[in-house]
């Protein structure tokens, strides 16, 4: 069986070329030109095809004669993806991709691809109808990449019924490797350390790919220029009411494995699922990380940047037994035990 898999460079995409080749799978993985990433998966004896999304002759290349596409290359907010991107890339290469599978992919038994949960998120300033949020949601993407990825789900949809090919559309949350939730210039480092998140509010345009900037991100800028001496030290967001926001995370680890068994699940063709972790990016979490790196932890008071966003994940493991279990607590201890010079304290 042979499996394309595209961003197969990137952080979700590397895992599930392991995993595939693990077990022993023919994998192909498109990637883009001179991807730093290219090396590490050529280790894993992945077939390398070298194009870009938007090229559909280069995606026709890739499609051909495969048995299943798990479609994971995109622009992402979180790496600095444009809106022009997010069209270009993310709605253009995702038609590119089923175009080229209808075509040259006859015998095709499941097309797997990456949504995310920017398809429920109405505005990082108003908070979700409900929590946690199911499947059945409301989807009101407020940002382009979130209708870059419901359109990707409904051409899945249409592709399914118009030409039979099965598609399967999973809604990630925070996915993350291990050390990037302890270096503070990862992505997810940029919403913790106080010294990195400032300067990347600073730096935040006025349209930028979260919305406009407005009166919160005002506040928060000037909550954390008061707090930033230059030195690491991490922060955690209180609303005036004192509570502080959740969010749904998971290791790509996981979600590579979960992504192939619901490539292989026949209950989840045509299916839509959320997926995440058990455990949540909150001030327990936060504070955990503080300790175990002996620094200094800060609640700022400010009206929160993004309200509370947690998906429930009880629909993939009732229809194909997909359920994540490894505690975000866990991963930060993986991290530091690969960084043992990073952890000052032991765990409490
Ligand atoms: P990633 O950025 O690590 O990987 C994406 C890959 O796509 C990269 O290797 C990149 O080189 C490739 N790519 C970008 N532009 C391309 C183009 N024009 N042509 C070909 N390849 C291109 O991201 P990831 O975290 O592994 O995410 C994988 C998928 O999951 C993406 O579709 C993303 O939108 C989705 N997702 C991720 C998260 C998350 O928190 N990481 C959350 C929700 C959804």
């Given at each position: 069986m042979t499996t394309l898999v595209t961003g197969a460079a990137g952080r979700i995409g590397y895992h599930v070329a392991r995993l595939l080749r693990e077990r022993g799978e023919h994998v192909r993985g498109f990637v883009l030109p001179g991807d730093p990433g290219s090396p590490?998966?050529?280790?894993?004896?992945?077939?390398i095809v070298e194009g870009r999304l938007e090229d559909r002759a280069s995606v026709d290349g890739a499609v051909n004669g495969v048995d299943t596409v798990v479609h994971l290359g995109a622009a992402l907010t979180s790496r600095g993806g444009t809106d022009n991107e997010f069209f270009d890339v993310n709605i253009k290469g995702t038609f590119n991709v089923l175009m080229a599978t209808r075509d040259h992919a006859p015998g095709i038994r499941r097309v797997v691809f990456a949504s995310s949960d920017a398809v429920y998120f109405e505005s990082s300033k108003v908070p979700p109808d409900h929590l946690p949020i199911d499947e059945?949601?409301?989807?009101?993407?407020?940002t382009i990449y979130g209708a870059a990825k419901l359109a990707g789900e409904e051409m899945c949809r249409t592709f399914q019924r118009a030409y039979g090919i099965p598609a399967t559309s999973l809604r990630f949350s925070f996915v993350s490797e291990p050390w990037e939730w302890i270096d503070p210039r990862s992505v997810?480092?940029?919403?913790m350390f106080v010294h990195e998140a400032?300067?990347?509010?600073?730096?935040?345009?006025?349209?930028h790919s979260?919305?406009?900037r407005g009166e919160i991100e005002e506040q928060k800028l000037e909550a954390l220029r008061q707090l930033d001496d230059g030195t690491d030290q991490l922060f955690v967001e209180v609303s005036p009411d004192g509570t502080s926001?959740?969010?749904s995370q998971a290791d790509a680890r996981d979600i590579a494995a979960a992504v192939i068994s619901l490539r292989d699940s026949p209950a989840a063709a045509g299916e839509t699922f959320n997926l995440a972790g058990p455990?949540?990016?909150d001030r327990d979490l936060i504070a955990y990380i503080a300790r175990r790196l002996g620094l200094r932890l800060t609640e700022i008071t400010a009206p929160v940047m993004h309200p509370s966003w947690y998906l429930d994940t009880s629909k993939a493991e009732r229809l194909a037994g997909v359920r994540i279990t490894r505690s975000a607590f866990d991963i930060v201890d993986e991290a530091l035990s690969n960084r043992p010079d990073l952890g000052r304290s032991g765990p409490p």
């Open positions: 590490r998966l050529a280790a894993t004896g992945t077939e059945d949601h409301p989807r009101r993407p407020g997810y480092g940029r919403r400032f300067k990347a509010l600073a730096a935040l345009p006025e349209y979260l919305g406009r926001p959740t969010y455990t949540y990016v």
